[in-house]
C-alpha cells in the first residue's frame, strides 16, 4: 500500500535552515506529483496550507508567497524521495509538515514532521 513517510523536523532558531524528507512506498513514485502541506497551531479545521508541488519528472514546481525564495522542493525518482529544504525560517513556518500525494484519485498523507521556529 501506499506509504509516505516524513522526517527531519525540529526546533530552528529564526533565520535557520531544515530540510525535510519523505520517502514513498507502495506506488510509481516518479508518475505522480508531490506535495508539502502544513498545519500551523490553531489552524481551523483541517487547516493544511500547501507549500510546495513538485510535478512528476520535476517538470513544474509551484511555491505559495509565503514561502517563495526561501523553500526549495526536490525529488529523486531512483530514491523515491522528495525533500523540501527550508531556508530563513520564519517563527510563522512552525507548523506541522506532511508530504501528500494523490493517486488513482486517493489522497495520502505522511504521518508529519513537527517544525518549531523560535528563539
Known amino acids: 500500500q501506499v506509504q509516505l513517510v516524513e522526517s527531519g523536523g525540529g526546533w530552528v532558531q529564526p533565520g535557520g535552515s531544515l530540510t525535510l524528507s519523505c520517502v514513498a512506498s507502495?506506488?510509481?513514485?516518479?508518475?505522480?506529483?508531490m506535495n508539502w502541506y502544513r498545519r500551523a497551531p490553531g489552524a481551523p479545521g483541517a487547516g493544511r496550507e500547501l507549500?510546495?508541488?513538485?510535478?512528476?519528472?520535476?517538470?513544474?514546481?509551484w511555491y505559495p508567497d509565503s514561502v517563495w525564495g526561501r523553500f526549495t522542493i526536490s525529488r529523486d525518482d531512483a530514491k523515491q524521495t522528495v525533500t523540501l529544504e527550508m531556508n530563513n525560517l520564519k517563527p510563522e513556518d512552525t507548523a506541522a509538515y506532511y508530504c501528500?500525494?494523490?493517486?488513482?484519485?486517493?489522497?495520502?498523507w505522511g504521518q508529519g514532521t513537527q517544525v518549531t521556529v523560535s528563539l
Open positions: 507549500v510546495a508541488q513538485i510535478a512528476h519528472s520535476g517538470g513544474s514546481i
Open positions: 507502495g506506488f510509481d513514485f516518479g508518475l505522480y506529483t
Open positions: 501528500q500525494t494523490d493517486v488513482n484519485w486517493r489522497a495520502y
